[in-house]
């Protein structure tokens, strides 16, 4: 396992459309296994392929719940409901914050690291993490979205995902 370079807002890399995962082989296996090390080490809670420069359709999300390291290969959002507005911030973006609307309630299906579909429904923060990591598999940041930026003052921590 290796910490990969986190690529930041600018590089044409995190504009581009990632490429469905069509074999999964020990090379994926790293790419998640470095993914997840790399979101651990940077206090991320996701962390999609292409921001660590990979246009493939791989991300990792831990939110510090029950879940635990959720891996998803070809993530596909296939239900979504109600709405949230609350506070985002990249690891792809540092130092910016801003509220961004979301869905409360997403279903995503996709394959696990064996190959195997797996669903998830979630709800509040998973749901937005969900959200916010496929974006960036479509080459979009969540600044893209209609937002409203937020001010903290030097002693304030921003949240980061």
Known sequence: MAIRNVLKEGDET???QSREVTNI?????TLLDDMAETMYATDGVGLAAPQV???????VIDIRDSNGLIELINPVITEQSGYQYGEEGCLSVPGVVAKVERPFEVTVKGLNR????VEYKAVDF????FCHEIDHLNGML???????????DDE???GEE
Do not use: M, T
């Open 14 to 16: 995190l504009r581009k």
């Open 25 to 29: 082989n020990e090379r994926i296996h």
């Open 53 to 59: 420069g990979v246009l493939r359709r791989v991300i």
């Open 114 to 117: 064996s190959g195997e579909e």
């Open 126 to 129: 998973l749901a937005k993490a």
């Open 142 to 152: 969540f600044i893209d979205h209609p937002h409203e930026l937020v001010e903290y």
């Open 156 to 158: 304030e921590e921003e």
